[in-house]
């Protein structure tokens, strides 16, 4: 009976949080209006997530926000660094393929979306059988490192979280 009102709990919680974070103000009324949004919109999504993704472990999903978080910081400030103090013939642009091995549909735009939004590197494009994912990055001397390290910093966890 509770699934069929709240097929999507944690949507649901998530979407009165943000709703509270638009509105910058709690208020019984927004808390309310929050609620409603937030049971109706998983309700009347539900039926596009007949297959959701089970996650396997809030630690990791927490350290992998807490890790994503960090990279974003660092990452604003060594590509505030290249514009600033790099000329363009010492910079790097590369074009990188990043085999994949995961292989939910979740796990890889998690994955895409997090590249992007990590300043500096944006992804572009995913091979038509998802096995590859196409990088740019601003700069990259060793083009293989920055694979290395999108592997082993985000795809490794995200396969402990989705797979």
Known sequence: MLRKILPHPLLTLLLIVVWQ???????VGNLVLGAILGIIIPLVTAPYWPNRPKLRSVPRI??????VLWDICV???????????KS?????????SIP?????????????????MTPGTVSSDLAADG???????????????????????YE?????IFE
């Not at 927490?62 to 890790?67: D, F, H, L, S």
């Not at 490794?156 to 402990?160: F, I």
Request: charged share 20%; aromatic share 6%.
């Open 21 to 27: 974070m638009l509105v910058n103000k709690v208020t």
């Open 100 to 116: 994949l091995d995961l292989r939910t549909p979740e796990a890889i735009t998690v994955l895409a979306g997090t590249i992007t």
């Open 62 to 67: 927490v350290e992998y926000v807490a890790i």
């Open 156 to 160: 490794a966890r995200l396969k402990e």
């Open 75 to 85: 990452a604003n400030v060594q590509v505030a660094w290249v514009i600033l103090f």
């Open 131 to 153: 096995r590859s994912l196409l990088v740019h990055c601003l700069d990259a001397p060793d083009p293989d490192a920055v694979r290395d390290d999108i592997k082993a910093r």
């Open 88 to 96: 363009n013939a010492n910079t790097h642009p590369a074009w990188i």
